[in-house]
């Protein structure tokens, strides 16, 4: 075992994408003392991959938006399910996060008289979307490592938490180790935010990479009492490739269905005509791959099992000025032209809109010190996200989390630590160490995967999840058994055990709040249970402990509940889809 290194610092942010450093940032502007660290590289942290954009009623394009309107649209694509609050401080606040990222440098596209420019995007009122061609979410994450550059603040993006550390209900740190040469690391802190990201890697098709998204959020802030909040509504984007196997899931934007990409099964049929006859490909992202998810299911999908997406129709002007990044994901990863040829999709593990409970006016997590940001955090989508409102998260609430964890870590007059809580992280790294175990990290994840694949996809059942839950403890049981084997090339295994333990919990968390949520609405679709329930208008919120329980929501303030309930024209044309 190496020798512990000791860091210290006022406040530690875990994760180093957007949200992080969102919140590293406004530590640093307030001349506390912060830490980032993250468990990949900084400059490419999952923020790099959104590609559609971000949202703002900035009014550029369409003079009568409004924050209202944008928190109503958000609303009711949560089916009713968001927390009002929460909606309400993202969009009030969302200019203000485009202004910070403008002052910073960021590249937005722009009008030829310099207004930002805004483009629809599905079930928005109006163009609200403010982008950087199909690169948004990297030109973010340039801008403010930029910006946490100048202020220098220290980013260390080799160290993986693998505990919170916590005494009598209060932070004081984090344990973890170095992923290169695995070194045990113990940060003292007054103050942690966690910034770590969802849980959608514990599908099989998805469209993180291997190592993120794994529930190591859930499962930092459960184990020191922290809440998980509508685990159950996962977002399945209806495009990601199969092929090659260790890139699938990886998205094709739906910029692609915008500008006029047919989707088909493999006996050719235009399938759209069938769910939606209106709106056909530029359905809500929940139609259209519950859609593709049924012709898959009832025999017409293709010998992979998925559907075609084609563009080949379109002018090849057109696919390289409009759709870059795709054209060059299938030349790269499949050899595959799509200005001739079609691309093979299905439905993938895209976003969770679930994770740690945290209050509306802070995100604070209920355990004195400990707050959650971006999609670490639950509260804002509900059971749908609507496209482009996860960017502006996590400027809105990196902002203002990054303030309170300030004035939090400020106002304290002494700090307990516990040997105990240390000894406990300690002995959980020693005991994978010693190598004495007999199952591999990356088999039971694979396992993992196609459980929660074939148990809880796009379309559950009582039956089905139960049978998850069955599989799941055999799984528990033979994690309780792992070995880990560092090599020469670094802890990278160590880091898969840990990834396991968070997927493991993550996993546990999403069946059995599926379980109780036993109606069909937005993202969550139950064969069982097809219609909408008013009386389950709210969220399950589960603990290790105590399982589930139901926390009813709150009503919309009159400042746009009419608006969220007021008819939208959902024709889509000149609209790009979600």
């Not at 012709?295 to 075609?308: F, K, L, P």
């Not at 839950?469 to 058994?481: I, Q």
Request: charged letters at 25%; glycine letters at 10%.
């Amino acid at each position: 075992m190496h020798i512990e290194r000791l860091l210290s610092t006022s406040v530690l942010v875990i994760g180093t994408g957007g949200a992080g450093l969102r919140a590293a940032i406004e530590l640093a502007e307030r001349g506390v003392q912060v830490l980032a660290v993250g468990k990949r590289r900084k400059h490419d942290a999952h923020t790099t991959l959104a590609a559609g954009g971000i949202n703002a009623a900035l009014a550029t394009m369409d003079p009568e938006d409004s924050w209202q309107q944008h928190a109503a649209d958000t609303l009711r694509e949560s089916y009713f399910l968001a927390d009002p609050a929460i909606v309400e401080t993202v969009t009030r606040n969302a200019a203000r996060g485009i202004e910070d990222l403008e002052r910073w440098g960021m590249p937005f596209a722009r009008e030829a008289d310099g207004r930002i420019s805004q483009r629809f995007f599905g079930a928005h009122r109006y163009r609200r979307t403010a982008y950087a061609g199909d690169y948004t979410g990297l030109e973010i994450q340039r801008t403010l490592l930029r910006r946490a550059r100048e202020l220098e603040v220290p980013i260390v993006d080799t160290i993986y938490i693998t505990r919170l550390l916590a005494k009598g209900g209060r932070i004081f740190g984090a344990y973890g180790f170095d992923v290169v040469d695995g070194t045990p690391v113990i940060i003292h802190a007054d103050a942690v935010i966690l910034a770590a990201g969802g849980h959608n890697r514990i599908w099989r098709n998805t469209s993180s990479r291997r190592d993120e998204n794994t529930g190591d959020s859930f499962r930092l802030a459960a184990l020191v009492g922290g809440r998980i909040r509508d685990a159950e509504l996962v977002q399945f984007h209806p495009s990601g490739i199969l092929e090659p196997a260790d890139a699938a899931g990886t998205l094709v934007s739906e910029a692609a269905r915008g500008e006029g990409g047919i989707l088909r099964n493999a006996l050719g049929e235009r399938f759209m005509e069938r769910y939606d006859p209106e709106r056909m490909e530029l359905s809500t992202r929940d139609r259209v791959a519950l859609a593709s998810y049924t012709e898959i299911a009832e025999g017409r999908g293709t010998a992979n099992g998925g559907v075609y997406l084609d563009v080949s129709h379109l002018p090849r002007e057109t696919i390289f000025a409009k759709l870059p990044r795709v054209y060059r994901t299938l030349i790269d990863l499949q050899m595959l032209d799509i200005t001739t040829q079609p691309i093979e999709i299905a439905p993938t593990a895209h976003y969770s809109m679930g994770g740690v409970w945290v209050r509306a006016d802070d995100h604070g997590t209920g355990v004195d010190g400990l707050y959650a940001i971006g999609e670490a955090s639950s509260g804002l989508h509900g059971a749908n996200r609507l496209g482009g409102n996860s960017l502006i998260e996590l400027l809105v609430y990196g902002r203002i989390t990054g303030a309170e964890a300030a004035e939090y870590a400020s106002s304290l007059s002494h700090v307990t630590r516990s040997p105990e809580a240390i000894a406990e992280a300690r002995a959980e790294m020693q005991h994978l160490l010693e190598g004495k175990g007999t199952e591999t990290p990356r088999l039971l994840q694979r396992a993992l995967r196609d459980l929660m694949t074939e148990h809880a996809g796009v379309v559950r059942s009582e039956a089905g999840l139960r049978a998850g839950l069955d599989k799941l403890a055999e799984l528990e049981e033979r994690a309780a058994d792992l070995g880990v084997h560092p090599d020469i090339a670094g802890f990278d295994d160590l880091a898969h055990a840990f990834d396991l333990y968070g997927s493991l919990l993550a996993a546990r968390a999403t069946l059995e709040c599926a379980i109780e949520r036993r109606e069909t609405r937005g993202c969550h679709n139950r064969s069982d249970f097809p219609a909408q329930d008013d009386a389950l208008r709210g969220s399950f919120v589960w603990t290790p402990d105590g399982g589930v329980v139901f926390e009813p929501v709150a009503d919309a303030p009159d400042s746009f509940r009419d608006l969220a309930h007021a008819a939208i024209d959902s024709s889509v044309e000149g609209k790009l889809v979600e």
